[in-house]
Each structure stands twice: as structure tokens, then as C-alpha cells.
């Protein structure tokens, strides 16, 4: 599976942006797609995920709310709506697949085994 990341930007806080993530490959049924984070000087941090098949979401709590993860079948697309963003939301988006991934370890970057290349999303005034 391979992933392009699209989206990212410039944008004030309580602003909105929509990331998408393109996903070229064979079959998604068995594949969770996830986008995860990294802010400047931190480590890289679980944002949201989907599984393909049934659609069933998470999130991390501090975007809940806040962020909405779909996927588009048709596309072959995910993409994460983010609504009322924060300056501390501003980091490097990267979306993110990986096939048998049980649900406790969705937010585990190591469970993913496709990476896009990232995009930044800045918030600021």
C-alpha cells in the first residue's frame, strides 16, 4: 500500500482544514488507516484511526470533538476533517496503514507498516 498526504496549511485559530490521504494498492478490507502527528521537538503521536471494513473510528481524547476520520471507498481515500483547531494542533500530519491491527493497539506508530509523506498543518494568528 502506498499513501500521498495532501491538505496541510496555514490557518487561524478556531479554523478548519481537511487532510486527505490517497491510498494506492490491491485490497483495504483487512487494513486500519490511522493519521498520526509530530510537532516540532516531540515525538510523533496517534491522532485518529478507521478501520476500512466496518468504519468503527478512534481518537486520541484531545482531538475528540473535534476531528472527524472517514474513508471514501469509492476514492480510495481517508481524510480527517479538523474543526476548531489550536495552536497546539500545529505539527506534521502523516497518514498511516497497516493490516490486522487489533483495536487496543491502533495509537502503537510501530502496529503501521505504510507511511505517506507527511504535511504540515500550522495554527496560528
Known amino acids: 500500500v502506498q499513501l500521498q498526504a495532501s491538505g496541510g496549511g496555514l490557518v487561524q485559530p478556531g479554523g478548519s482544514l481537511r487532510l486527505s490521504c490517497a491510498v494506492f494498492g490491491r485490497t483495504f478490507g483487512q487494513y486500519t488507516m490511522a493519521w498520526f502527528r509530530q510537532a516540532p521537538g516531540k515525538e510523533r503521536e496517534f491522532v485518529a484511526a478507521?478501520?476500512?471494513?466496518?468504519?468503527?473510528?478512534r481518537y486520541r481524547d484531545s482531538v475528540k470533538g473535534r476531528f472527524t476520520i472517514s474513508r471514501d471507498g469509492a476514492k480510495n481515500t481517508v481524510s480527517l476533517q479538523m474543526n476548531s483547531l489550536k495552536p497546539e494542533d500545529t505539527a506534521v500530519y502523516y497518514c498511516a496503514a497497516g493490516r490486522g491491527i487489533i483495536t487496543s493497539a491502533q495509537d502503537m506508530g510501530t502496529q503501521y507498516d505504510s507511511w505517506g509523506q507527511g504535511t504540515l498543518v500550522t495554527v496560528s494568528s
Open positions: 478507521i478501520r476500512w471494513s466496518s468504519q468503527h473510528t
